[in-house]
């Protein structure tokens, strides 16, 4: 069938235009794409930090919509229902799909990423990927699904204790995010910082103890001296990263979410060793993806506020500019149709 896709052509240009859609295959249905989200990986493609992902290409991998057509072997009981899009795609057979892992699938594939994305008006989906929206969650919310499972998966890896305590360098939406999942699961006191003030301030309405404004305020005079046992990462730049280790209390855990310029960050590796500092990685986690519907579905995360600035589908090309140079403005942008 016949529709419309946003294509980045290479640099930061961004084309609206024609494309053949498929009839979905076996196990696929094809979506009407109701909104869609503009991440900072999005963002960090454009301007040439991904290199498994080269133009032509249609981006976007935050979104959520209608079923219009199921392929073969789909019950056509989901046309007309709405869904939030898991864009991680395995093999299903090696260990990793079969362990809950399949993001570190050898074969593994991602909506948005290295196969055409959510930046359009229709888009095919596996059905086992279609994570079913509760009637009160607009289409517009259910993009920050897609950051949510993120979130989520991190903290798992973390085993936070009830009673830590933990600090969150960095207010974008993962920082926001982050905590609030932290406050429900029973840290005693949640710190976050940041730059803009705008965002702080939701932090705090997310849960957050203090929020500090590090361009206002000296991080460690600010402290005094406080250590954390949880340290969470989400800015990605060198600096961030490096001064995640020396906030962590000995013993304690620092999860690296923020991705560095160039990819590449050093930190202080006999600190580490001597004070028995756990550097966890993380990113995808699509075997939390039922537990995510639930916190939504039972409004314990609410993310709607979330949403800041709201563009049409034919204006994504000015929801990307405005992404790109007004950070102060808002937390999260999304197109809808």
């Not at 005094?224 to 730049?237: A, K, L, M, Q």
Request: proline residues 5%; hydrophobic residues 45%; charged residues 20%.
């Amino acid at each position: 069938m016949q529709s419309e896709a946003w294509v980045w052509q290479g640099q930061s240009e961004l084309r609206r235009q024609p494309v053949e859609v498929p009839d979905p295959g076996p196990g696929q249905v094809l979506l009407a794409v109701r909104a869609a989200g503009i991440c900072s990986t999005d963002l960090h493609v454009l301007q040439g930090g991904v290199t498994f992902v080269s133009p032509p290409h249609t981006m976007g991998h935050e979104g959520a919509g209608e079923v219009v057509a199921v392929g073969e072997g789909v019950s056509d009981t989901l046309v007309g229902r709405r869904f939030a899009v898991d864009t991680v795609i395995g093999c299903g057979h090696c260990r990793f799909c079969l362990s809950g892992r399949k993001h570190l699938c050898h074969d593994v594939q991602e909506i948005g990423q290295t196969i055409p994305g959510l930046w359009a008006r229709h888009a095919l989906v596996p059905a086992d990927n279609l994570v079913p929206l509760p009637d009160h969650v607009s289409a517009a919310a259910a993009t920050q699904m897609e950051t949510l499972h993120c979130v989520l998966g991190g903290l798992d890896k973390l085993h936070l204790l009830a009673g830590e305590s933990a600090i969150v360098l960095g207010c974008g939406i993962a920082g926001i995010l982050f905590t609030r999942l932290l406050q429900l699961q029973g840290a005693r006191r949640v710190v976050v910082t940041g730059t803009r003030e705008y965002r702080l301030q939701m932090a705090r309405q997310f849960g957050a103890d203090e929020a500090i404004n590090v361009r206002r305020q000296d991080l460690g005079e600010a402290l005094r001296g406080e250590r954390f046992d949880v340290v969470v990462e989400t800015v990605g730049s060198r600096e961030s990263i490096a001064q995640a280790g020396p906030l962590a209390e000995s013993g304690g855990r620092v999860l690296l979410f923020g991705i560095p310029a160039g990819h590449r960050a050093e930190i202080d590796i006999m600190d580490g060793i001597w004070r028995e500092i756990l550097y966890i990685p993380t990113g995808n986690a699509p075997q939390v993806w039922p537990r995510v519907q639930a916190l939504v579905a039972s409004g314990r995360v609410d993310l709607a506020p979330v949403i800041s600035r709201r563009f049409p589908f034919a204006a994504l090309d000015q929801a990307v500019q405005f992404a790109q140079s007004q950070h102060d403005e808002y937390v999260k942008v999304v197109v809808e149709d």
